[in-house]
Structure formats: C-alpha cells, structure tokens
C-alpha cells in the first residue's frame, strides 16, 4: 500500500508537494546565482533594476581569474591521469591479489575520503613546509591526488568485480602477455569505471576548497581560493559571474556523463 | 594437459599483484599516514612535552563554546535532513521514472554545483536586504529582516542544503529495496496506514536512516568552508578552529591538538557505522 505509488490517495500529493518543495529549495539557489550574475545592482538587489554583462566584463577583464582558471584546470587534469592510473593498478590489485590485510588496505585507501579534509590539510601544509613545497604545484597535485584517488578506487573497483576474468585469461592463453591483455581486454571492458574515475577525480580536485587554501601561495592559486579569498572581501556579483559559468560546466559534464551512459547502454 | 600447463603458466604470470598497491600504498603512507601522525605527535610536543595543549582544549569555556557549536549545528542538520529527506526519498523510489529521473537530475545538479558557488548563493539570499528576508517581509509574516548569516541560522540552513541529497540518494536505494508485499500484506491484515508507516515500512528502513544520519553527523562534524563563510568569527566550529590556531596564530601544538580531537571523533562514529550498520555484514 505505502509503497504502492498509485493507492497512496491523499498522502500521495502530500508527498508531492513535499518533493516539489524540495527540488525548488534545490533549485532556486542555483537559478538565483545565474540571474543576479546578470543584474545591474551592486549590492545584489533581486529582482535586479536592469540586466547587464558589467560582471562577466569584470571578470575576464582581470587576469587573475583566467589564470587561477587555468592554473585549476591543468592541476586537475595531472591529478586526473595520476588519479585513473594509480586507482586502476590500486583496484587490480585489490581485486586479484589474495594476501591477509586486503580489506584493512581497501579501507586504508578510502579513508582521505571520509576525514575531516581540514585535518589532512593542516597535516600536509605542516610536512610541505617542512620539505619546502609549500606553494608549489606539486603541493596542490600532491593534495588531491590523495582525495581523489578513493574514486577512483571504487569506480574502478566496482566495474572490475562485474568483469569476468576469464576472459583476461583467454587473451593470455592465446598468446598475449599479460599487460597486453590488460590493456587490450581488460581496460576496455573497464571503461565505465574508468571514465567515472575520471570524472570524479577531476571534479574532486577541479572543486576542491579547503586543501587548496591550505596548498595556496600568494602567486599560485586555484578558481576555487580566488573565489573564497574575493567573498572573504565583499559578495560582489563578479563571484556570481563566476559562479555561473560554474554551473554551466557542471551542466555540461552532466549531460556527458549521461550521453556516455546511452551510449554504452545502446 | 597441455591446459593444466598453460593455465599453470597464467597462474605465474598472474603472480605479484601486490606490486600493483604499491604506488597507492606509498602515496598514502607518506602523503597521508606520515603527515598525519606528525601532526599528533606535535599536539603533545608544542611548546613543550605533555597534554597541556589538551588540558586548556578540554578545560576552557571559549573552546567547549566551539565543540557545543560544532555537535549542535551537526545535530540539527543531521535531524532536519532526515525528516526533510526521508519523504522525499520514498516518493522518489516508488513514483513514475520518467518523474524520478527529472528530481534526480535537480539533486545532482545541486550536489555537483561548486561549493562556494551554493555557499556564496545563500550568503545572498540570507542577508538582511536579501530575497528570503524580503519575502518574509512582503508576506506580513515579520516586521524587522531577521538576523540569518553571521550566525548559526545560517550555517544550518546552508549546510542542510549541501547535506540533504546526502541522505535522500542512499535512502531511496534502501526503500527501493523493500518488497512493496509486505505492505500490502500488513494492509491486508487490518494494519492502518500510520501503523503500516511506523509498524512497517520505517523499521524496515531504518538501517538506511542510521547509516545516513551517521555519515550527515560525521561530515558535519568536519566541515570547514559553510561554517566559515555563513557563520562568522563569534560562532566558530572546530574546523575552523584547527584552521584558525594553524593559519592565524601559527600554534601548532593545539592545531594539533584540535585536529586529534576531530579525528578521534570522526573515527569512532565511523567504527560504530561499521560496526552495526555495515551493509557487506548483512545487517
């Protein structure tokens, strides 16, 4: 009966007002941010006096922008790489390898996914002072890699426990060395996983906060320290701007993701 | 023959995976493990040996503000998110997919919009000219704008809005898995709705409900950029405190200090997760 979503009678739109409640509490936040990047006011007025691109002029008027911009995108692609490899041997080896402790590693390797991230920040700006990377770009890799390398472990881990190693097997068998195999059997029939920890990875490190503010040097910063160092200032709307063409990258990635599902689907 | 020999052959050039660990493995001791631990052993070396950095944590009422802050902040979100997301997680594993797929794709639009781009959202939104303030006010429902950043009000409702897709997504997956016959069954039976609601379908899902509440507790918990952006210097969290005694006034004995305590927290919460709501157990 309660499960049954057509004899729920008057509970059912009790529940669906509910859930439409929610989705604009989801929502609104998001379409508010896209508006007012648009509006004239400076001070945020909803709704804005007049519509403008003042903001988006601001914003790729200074450089500094772009160019934490840039410097988040190219961190964010070595971490991907490292993150996708690292993870995919990590989660073979895992998935093969019969020795006492496996499940002790397994969750040793996801656990800079569920600390406090503000714990492991203040712990490596403490070593990367000491060993003179403060600041650096491999301090930011360094960082991310360790938040992103959970996902990738379990996309990939998950999509090699549905493979049937046989298969790999049967490569061998037919003459193929094993990394051979591995690259031209297994890794394809991964690549689900594997496009997910790539995802994954790169949003883990393309959106990170805090290990970046801990990693960041006055010369070295990402999108996402310029955005929290500019709040820490004013809310002025160029945030908005930024945060919008956030969004719509975000909005892109969703909709590859999803066309990459149909297309493995069909 | 020739089978058992070839196969033989796979099995020793299968040997060895453990090589393959390896370069996790030595990221995590040394990038991870090492730095953490140097970070504890400060805690009780800084400025000089012993738990003196513990003691004025533990002994004084400016901090045992900040862990009162931090649990009760952590409690509400935890408690407003269930009752907020449990609804909405039922409707969503039972209805039409075609309706299901157009929420589902709301939820993880807003779980993977920046985060400072949300936060930055309702720091907007909850100043005192700001949307919800003059809705408040249009509507006659209040005379003055309230106080909702700046304060734990804001960091509540800002941290309910990151957390709740949290607990709505494996919700749904664990009423999805509730054999909708057993509800007809209790129907059958002459149970009324609210008895087949608290009697059935809640205890059923109420490993569901533990495991989500447990991970919004522990996250909360840990947060640092919500609390540091809505709640403002006066109402401070732990994590902001472990930043604060790093960054500001570079004490690294109690930074340390406070990291242990977070830490420790953290861990046993998850142990308990382990421990009774572990899916891998059958529990």
Excluded at chain 1, 213 to 220: D, E, G, N, Y
Excluded at chain 2, 41 to 56: D, H, K, T, W
Aim: hydrophobic residues 60%; positive net charge; proline residues 5%.
């Amino acid at each position: 009966m309660l499960l049954d979503f057509d004899k729920l009678g008057g509970l059912r739109t009790a529940l669906i007002a509910l859930v439409a409640l929610v989705c604009l509490f989801l929502i609104l936040p998001i379409v508010f941010i896209a508006a007012l990047s648009f509006g004239s006011s400076q001070w945020l007025i909803f709704p804005p006096p007049s519509w403008t691109f003042r903001w988006y002029q601001d914003l790729f008027a200074d450089p500094r922008w772009l160019y934490s911009a840039l410097t988040s995108l190219k961190i964010a692609a070595i971490v991907t790489v490292l993150s996708v490899v690292i993870g995919f041997l990590a989660a073979l080896g895992l998935n093969r390898g019969r020795f006492p402790g496996r499940d002790f590693l397994r969750a040793l390797f996801l656990t800079p996914m569920i600390l406090p991230v503000v714990v492991l920040a203040v712990a490596l700006y403490a070593l990367f002072l000491k060993l003179g990377l403060a600041g650096t770009t491999l301090a930011f890799i360094i960082a991310h890699l360790l938040i992103a390398l959970p996902f990738s472990i379990i996309s990939i881990g998950n999509a090699l426990e549905g493979f049937d190693r046989s298969v790999e097997d049967a490569a061998i068998l037919c003459g193929a060395s094993p990394w051979e195999a591995r690259l031209r059997v297994t890794v394809p029939a991964v690549s689900h996983g594997i496009f997910g920890a790539a995802v994954f990875s790169f949003l883990a490190s393309w959106d990170e906060v805090v290990l970046a503010i801990f990693m960041a040097s006055p010369t070295l910063q990402t999108l996402p320290v310029k955005i929290w160092s500019t709040l820490r200032q004013d809310l002025t709307p160029v945030i908005a701007a930024a945060s919008t063409l956030l969004i719509a990258f975000t909005i892109l990635l969703m909709i590859v993701a999803a066309l990459f599902r149909k297309g493995r689907k069909a | 023959m020739a089978v058992t020999v070839a196969t033989g052959a796979v099995k020793t050039k299968r040997e060895g995976t453990f090589g393959y660990l390896l370069p996790a493995l030595l990221l995590i001791a040394f990038f991870f493990i090492v730095p953490v631990l140097m970070l504890l052993v400060r805690s009780v070396l800084e400025p000089e040996p012993g738990l003196q950095n513990y003691a004025v944590l533990l002994g004084s009422t400016t901090y045992l503000r900040v862990f009162l802050n931090t649990f009760m902040v952590a409690g509400v979100v935890t408690l407003v998110s269930i009752v907020i997301g449990y609804p909405v997680a039922w409707l969503l594993a039972i209805m039409p997919e075609r309706w299901s797929r157009i929420v589902l794709a709301i939820i993880i639009l807003s779980m993977w919009t920046n985060l400072l781009a949300r936060t930055y959202a309702w720091m907007v939104l909850l100043q005192r000219t700001g949307v919800v303030n003059k809705t408040l006010m249009g509507l006659g429902l209040i005379d003055q704008p309230l106080a909702l950043v700046n304060n734990l009000v804001g960091v509540t409702i800002g941290m309910t809005y990151i957390m709740l897709p949290f607990v709505i997504l494996p919700l749904m997956g664990v009423i999805r898995a509730i054999d909708p016959a057993i509800l007809r069954a209790a129907a059958l039976c002459g149970a009324g709705r609210l008895q087949c609601f608290w009697r059935v379908l809640l205890p059923l899902s109420l490993p569901g409900i533990a495991a989500g509440a447990l991970m919004v507790f522990v996250m909360s918990l840990g947060y640092f950029v919500t609390p540091a952006l809505l709640g403002g210097t006066a109402n401070m969290m732990l994590a902001e405190l472990v930043a604060q005694f790093v960054q500001s006034l570079v004490n690294w004995g109690m930074g340390g200090a406070a990291a242990l305590v977070l830490l420790v927290v953290t861990l046993a919460l998850y142990a308990v997760q382990l421990r009774y709501f572990n899916p891998a157990r059958g529990t």
